[in-house]
């Protein structure tokens, strides 16, 4: 046996054991559909049930008053605003004068 007859073999094995092309792509292309479909249905239910809920918890969230405690504790002064209050701030904040002098 040759190396060539051997490959032919080879060959027809393959084809006897492997479905005919369009019968494959037919399932191929109906199994997507379908598995296509399921996923946008429930990527579209899970949206639906996040705007429900949001839209939920909006509604029935009471507004509140702000606790006056809160609105003191919301001045806050850091520890190294220090450094902020340069030497001669205030020239700089300022537009210098500068005086007139007459000629003579």
Do not use: Y
């Amino acid at each position: 046996m040759s190396l060539h007859d051997a490959f032919e073999e080879l060959r027809r094995a393959d084809l006897a054991r492997t479905p005919p092309f369009e019968r494959a792509w037919r399932n191929a292309h109906g199994g997507l559909r379908a598995r296509r479909s399921t996923f946008v249905f429930a990527l579209a239910a899970c949206a639906l049930v996040v705007v429900v809920a949001t839209s939920l918890v909006m509604m029935l969230r009471a507004p509140r008053e702000v606790p006056r405690e809160f609105l003191a504790a919301s001045v806050w002064k850091g520890p190294t605003d220090f450094l902020l209050d340069t030497p001669g701030r205030e020239l700089v904040r300022s537009v210098p004068q500068i005086p007139e002098r007459k000629l003579k």
